[in-house]
């Protein structure tokens, strides 16, 4: 598998055409919804947001013609990791007659589909939008929905068992910290992993984690006794991303995640989709619907480009020697 490149069975490209000079003649205002599952609000308000990725998405929209102030109104809101407030965030933008309402994770756009048929929703992530019936196909996704997803497929968690296995060539023993409210083990992606894990020797041991709730998973992971910590890519657990590398820390255990986000923070390593870029490239999707595109016309984009993130300063604290065959596959390495 070539190690920055995923191909898809439908080309999904999706072409930026700038704003159209003629609509800011009109003096209409925008109202866009940006609902987040976890980000602070405080993070994501200004003209040039602290949260980095609400930054591109921000700066996306500004490429296109769209400025805050002049002719958009953002509408930034989050639950902060309150899964309950999903469906009541959407509503709160809904009532508001927002243009669009942008979703940043699977679990926002299941509650924004069961809030709203009309109103169009732009996923900024998704896992797999068909089989959770939020779509009807990537194609043509049908519907108020559209958007991207952050992976073609299960098939990538395999491969980052396999890229920790390429670290660790002795491990034999692997906590896997997962979602109880995604249900991540028993979903595809959790399946695929614990396929790898079973074909190549390795014992899995599931570690759940409930709202947030990490007590009873970090013990149980101590009690286990593993040798390294692979962390499911659900939205809680990016979101605790902060929590959950600082306990691999004191823990002195070798972790992979999704995100790089987490590596950036002290994590060993991550092999995933680039989020910022993903979210800049919603905008585009904004960009079209507020010219007229209907987002059931529009294709859901999938990732053509994963990249492996290796913290250097992390596996020297862990006494490991990263092998030389991963140094040269890595995108970008932290000193």
Excluded: C
């Amino acid at each position: 598998m070539d190690r920055r490149t995923f191909i898809s069975g439908v080309a999904l490209g999706l072409v930026v055409v700038p704003f159209d000079a003629a609509a800011q003649q009109t003096g209409r205002v925008y109202r866009v919804g940006f609902a987040a599952s976890a980000t602070p609000v405080s993070e994501m308000a200004g003209l040039e947001p602290v949260h980095r990725s609400t930054r591109a998405f921000v700066q996306g929209l500004r490429a296109l013609g769209y400025v805050e102030g002049q002719n958009l109104i953002l509408e930034r809101r989050s639950a902060e990791g309150r899964v309950e407030r999903f469906g009541d965030i959407v509503a709160e933008l809904v009532r508001l007659k927002s243009d669009v309402i942008v979703t940043v994770s699977t679990p926002m756009a299941r509650a924004a589909k069961a809030v709203t048929t009309t109103v169009p929703i732009v996923m900024v992530t998704s896992a797999d939008p068909v089989g959770d019936g939020i779509v009807q196909s990537l194609a043509r996704p049908g519907g108020n929905i559209t958007g991207l997803t952050a992976a073609v497929g299960p098939e990538i968690e395999a491969k980052r068992l396999e890229l920790l296995r390429a670290m660790l060539p002795g491990v034999s023993r692997v906590a896997y910290l997962g979602s109880k409210d995604d249900n991540d083990w028993e979903r595809p992606y959790g399946r695929s992993v614990r396929a790898a894990a079973q074909a190549s020797g390795v014992t899995l041991v599931l570690a759940e984690f409930t709202s947030r709730q990490y007590a009873d998973a970090f013990t149980l992971i101590g009690r286990a006794r593993p040798d390294a910590l692979f962390v499911s890519w659900s939205p809680m657990a990016f979101a605790d991303r902060s929590l959950i590398v600082d306990f691999a820390t004191r823990a002195r255990l070798p972790s992979t995640f999704f995100f790089r986000e987490s590596v950036e923070l002290g994590g060993l390593m991550s092999y995933g989709v680039n989020l910022t870029d993903n979210y800049r490239r919603a905008a585009g999707y904004v960009d079209k619907i507020l010219r007229g595109a209907k987002p059931g016309d529009l294709p859901v984009e999938q990732p053509t480009k994963f990249e492996l993130v290796i913290n250097l300063k992390a596996a020297k604290a862990l006494g490991l020697t990263v092998p030389q065959s991963l140094l040269v596959l890595a995108d970008e390495t932290i000193q």
